[in-house]
Structure formats: C-alpha cells, structure tokens
C-alpha cells in the first residue's frame, strides 16, 4: 500500500502557523510579484477566489469579504515542509516527496492498521509543526492520490462523500461496490495525471467520472491517448506502473519566467530580466548534470492590460555546442532579446527556456569535431569555466542567491527599471524560522 | 591530508571533528586506539533541543514572565513535541495572539470544574487569563531560555 500525505491549503497554513490571527479568515498567497492567488484558505475558496486568479480581479473582496493577502514566503515553506516531511518519514520505511506538500510513503509489507497509522500521523504532524494533512491510502500511487483527494473533499465539503472518509481514507479497507461509489461520485479531471484538455477530450468520448475510466478499454485508451493514460488507468484498477523512488527522467527543458512587478519598456531592463532567468536555468541545467543545446527567451505585453498594445516575443536561438557555460548561454539569450525588441510596449513578463538537453559528456564527440575544424580546442580555457561555474554554484547556494553573478548579467545600464522586475513582496511574512533576527515575537 | 599539515602542531580552524595530530600519529603508529571514537565539540542544538523537526525561536516580549525567568528579548527555544503539563512555561494562543504563561490545570480540590486551565503571569500585576474546558491552545512548551549578557 502507498500513502500519500499533503498539506491543507499549505502556504496558507504556514502561515497560520506563526499568525494564529489568520486561522478561519479568508486567506491568499501571493506569487513572488504580488501577481496572482497561488494559495488559498477554505474561506478564500468559498468567497470565489479561483486558483492563479490574478490579484487585480479579487482585490476587491479586501472591503467587501475581508480577504487578507500575503505575499509569498518560500523561505518559510521551505522550512515547514523539510520539517512535515521529516515527521512523515518516522511512519514509513520509504518515503518519495513528491512536491513542496506532498509525499508518498511505501506501506509495502506493513500490516498495521493503516487508518490508525494515518490519523496517528496526521496528529503528530499537526502537534510538531502546526500544519493540517490530508491522508490518502491506496494500493497504487495514483490510488493514494485519489484516496487523497477524497479524504481532503469530504472533510472541506461535509456531504460530498461518506463522513467517515474525511482526512484520512483508506481504499484498502473499503468493499468493491463501496470504491465503485467513490468513483462514480469523482469526476475524472481529478485523477492524478488526467489534465484539462485530456478531461475534455475523455467527456467528449463519454467519459466522465473515475468509474467511467475504470470501465474503459486500456488499448483504446492508449490508442487514443497515450501510453501514460493506459498506466494511470491500471493504477486506477490496483496494478501498480510507478514505483517510489523512480529516478526522474531528466527534464527536457528549464524554464525560468517571472511577471513584472512593474512593466518594462526599455530594451536594458528585458535584457536583465532574461540574463538572469538564464543564469538560473543555467543553474539548474549544471544542477542536474546537463547541457543545452538552445537558449529560448520570451517577453510580452499583459493580456490583462486591454488598454495596451499587445506584442509578444518568443524566439530559440540554436547553439553551435551544446554547452551549461552561463556566460554562453546568457550572451545568447541577450543576443536575441536585442535582436527582437521593439519600443513603444509595456512588457508585463519574460522568461528563458533551456532546450534540447542532453547528459554531460554525450555531446563529446560533435564537439571533438568542431574543436579540430575551427581550432577551439575544448581545453584548458573550457575547463577553467566549468570550474568557474562549479564555484559560481557553490558559492550562490552558501551565501544565498545572487551572491556572484556574472558581470553580463547584470547589464550595465542607467535605466530605472533595471531591478523593477525583482520579486515584488510588499505583503511577505517574516522568514520566521530561518532568519535569526526575524524570528516570531511572543508577549510575555 | 599529509603529516606536512600539521608540522606546526597547531589546531587553529581545524575541523573539529578531525582527530587530533597527536592522535593521529599515534594511530598511524600503533593500529587505532581512539580513531573511532571522534572527538566533537559540544552542539548546542545537540544538547538544547530534543526535537529538531518541532522546535522553534522566538524572541520575548514584555516584563510579565519576570519572574520565572523570561526578560524582555531574550531568546525562547519553543518545542511542540513536548505535550504541555500543569507548571509549564508554554506558548498558548490567545484572541489570536501567541502569549507565554505559566500553565495551570484546575484539580478538583480548586473548587472550579476540573479541566479548566488558568495562563498565569510571573509578576504580581498581570492578571491570569481564564481558558474554559476544552478550549486552550497550547501552541508549545518553552524547553529553554537564551539570555545574552553581553550583546
């Protein structure tokens, strides 16, 4: 059996946690720029805010429905979810954490009583770190998502499934005509893996709820669809296809987008913004032990703004190397910002994209080929960057983001907007558990 | 490492781990009497606090917890594994404040009903906050408190 245990509302609760004033008031997170609702409380729920509503279009509801915002704190997540993850791993021999709230715990070969084991845990979670859980326990990962979803719905929805399931639910001890209730009662969009357009394309077919799938025909499915919708489908029917602990494949592409506190105008300050989302990329690339062989960059108008001339950019510049050298990339990147820009728009977000990866070392022998055709040799002067980088990564994740970065950059410029697009947190909470001179104040 | 480094003899910035010169030359010598007991350097976080994953920082507020010891800024370890008995110094919510209180269960000879917890300051001028049955939020229990004396 596997588990799966997330967070309530997870940003909001951290919050709670050191602000017990917010608990039962309606409660937003905000993305870095203060942009869009990336979390919200059950009360926030209820008063309509939708999940990414951008802030402009809720704002109001700070007079009428005494909604509060805060900026996002990632420091803080960060740290109450090492420390929820850290409580979990004590029930399980093998735990996989799967998202910033989310982890899957392998149950194999353990004979407990699993909803005993689930609400033992959930309770210690809630007493060590102060943050509500949801339990989930099923004989497949996709099941113990499900089950998950279920324990979570019938506990903020009293009367959307049987009481008895709220917070921790356990298919395993559930009857046959008892799961294919559940099922019946779950519309497919909330199967784990089965996204919007899929939705639409399975109800188009007649397929609307989680037993309508079931009943479906696996080889149809994959013709139609995709062999992951084949295996998600024998997951839903008890055959396990993702095991704990699979090695993630590496990721096809990096990318690093932001929107912008304030809009851009001037060619310098898109050049910032998409140096440094490379320089990220780049980061990650070298993190995951790969190279790159294109540099994509974006930046557009807002959309939103229906008062604005629209105008979007989106070009990929090919590499003649593949390469994870940020002074490369991030040349590239700004080469082609130059190239593309055009005046007279309010550029409202950016971002960079780093494609056509591949593992260190594969792209040896193009390169060999090209060291010998136009005399680069890959030698001492490539070596000495890859260690530069090393260094540069090292030193970034001791000291903190942006400690060293590239002289490029950071575009010499004279213009204002220069650092605009920096994360925007007017409403942020103290890092209470990371910043000594921040942390919580109590009245004694 | 070669002996080289340690031909001074001195273990300025030397990781306090790492065994000393001495010791290791003995157990180049002579097998290992030692090597596998390494020598480390008092943690505070080892020996202060109990449960890592559950315990917090806080910073005091106030003159009211004087008395038993709490000043204005000192500093608070908050561990909230440690369920809250009758006598603790803890963190309790308070009208959606946190508050550090002496903790008082009501016992039956009080003459209250049992089961009513009393947050109680340590001076003779803050008056005590009444909690009703089933009603106290201990947010956690105090293990430790942080004096500075010097800065």
Not at chain 1, 29 to 56: H, T, Y
Not at chain 1, 116 to 132: D, S
Not at chain 1, 394 to 412: E, K, Q
Request: neutral net charge; hydrophobic residues 40%.
């Amino acid at each position: 059996m596997y588990a799966l245990i997330d967070g309530n509302n997870f940003y909001v609760s951290c919050e709670r946690v050191f602000a017990p004033r917010l608990v039962g008031k309606p409660v937003v997170v905000l993305s870095s720029n203060d942009g869009a609702c990336i979390a919200r409380s059950n009360e926030a729920k209820e008063l309509g805010v939708k999940m990414a509503q951008p802030w402009f279009q809720v704002k109001h509801l700070e007079r009428s429905g005494g909604l509060i915002a805060v900026s996002a704190n990632h420091e803080l997540y960060g740290d109450m979810s090492s420390r929820m993850m850290a409580v979990e791993a004590r029930y399980a021999p093998r735990q996989e954490v799967y998202s910033v709230d989310e982890s899957f715990l392998d149950f194999t070969g353990v004979r407990d009583d699993l909803v005993a084991t689930g609400k033992a845990m959930r309770a210690a979670i809630l007493q060590e770190t102060g943050l509500p859980t949801s339990v989930g326990f099923g004989a497949t990962k996709t099941l113990a998502k499900l089950a998950n979803h279920i324990g979570k719905t019938a506990d903020r929805k009293p009367g959307s499934y049987p009481a008895h399931l709220a917070q921790v639910c356990d298919f395993g001890r559930l009857q046959q005509h008892e799961l294919d209730a559940l099922f019946a009662a779950t519309e497919v969009g909330n199967v784990w893996g089965v996204g919007k357009r899929i939705t639409e394309k399975l109800k188009a077919g007649g397929i609307h709820t989680v037993l309508d799938l079931v009943h479906a025909d696996a080889q149809s499915l994959r013709r139609k669809f995709s062999v992951t919708l084949e295996k998600t489908l024998l997951e839903l029917r008890g055959t396990s296809c993702m095991e704990v602990d699979d090695a993630p494949a590496p990721r096809q592409q990096i990318l690093v987008s932001r929107s912008f506190g304030t809009a851009i105008t001037h060619v310098d300050g898109i050049i910032e913004a998409c140096s440094e989302f490379t320089s990220r990329a780049a980061e990650r690339l070298r993190g995951q032990g790969s190279v790159a062989g294109a540099v994509g960059i974006f930046f557009m108008t807002s959309p939103f703004r229906q008062q604005d001339r629209q105008h979007s950019v989106n070009v990929t510049v090919p590499l003649v190397r593949p390469t994870a050298d940020s002074a490369v990339l991030v040349s590239a990147a700004a080469a082609a910002v130059r190239a593309q820009f055009r005046a007279g728009f309010n550029y409202a977000k950016a971002g960079a994209v780093l494609t056509d990866l591949r593992p260190v070392g594969q792209e040896q022998g193009e390169l060999d080929l090209f060291s010998a055709l136009d005399d680069v040799a890959a030698t001492p002067a490539e070596a000495a960057r890859a260690k530069l980088m090393t260094a540069m990564d090292a030193l970034n994740h001791r000291f903190g983001r942006d400690s060293v970065r590239l002289g490029s950059t950071a575009a010499a410029s004279s213009t204002a907007e220069i650092r605009v697009w920096a994360t925007k947190q007017e409403r942020r909470s103290p890092r209470f558990t990371t910043r000594w001179d921040e942390m919580p104040v109590v009245r004694t | 490492m070669t002996t080289d480094d340690f031909s001074d003899g001195a273990p300025v910035g030397r990781d306090a781990t790492a065994p000393t010169p001495a010791a290791r030359r003995t157990s180049n010598a002579f097998g290992s009497p030692g090597t596998d007991s390494t020598v480390k350097r008092i943690d505070l976080n080892d020996a202060l606090i109990k449960h890592p994953d559950a315990t917090f920082v806080m910073r005091a507020a106030g003159g009211a917890m004087h008395g038993a010891g709490i000043e204005d800024g000192d500093v608070l370890l908050v561990d909230r594994a440690v369920t809250a008995s009758h006598g603790a110094i803890v963190i309790a919510v308070v009208d959606g404040e946190l508050l550090c209180r002496r903790l008082e269960v009501v016992g039956a000879k009080s003459g209250r009903a049992v089961g009513q917890a009393r947050l109680v300051a340590a001076d003779s001028e803050t008056s005590p906050v009444d909690v009703g049955q089933g009603q106290l939020e201990v947010w956690g229990v105090v293990t430790t408190v942080i004096k500075s004396l010097t800065f």
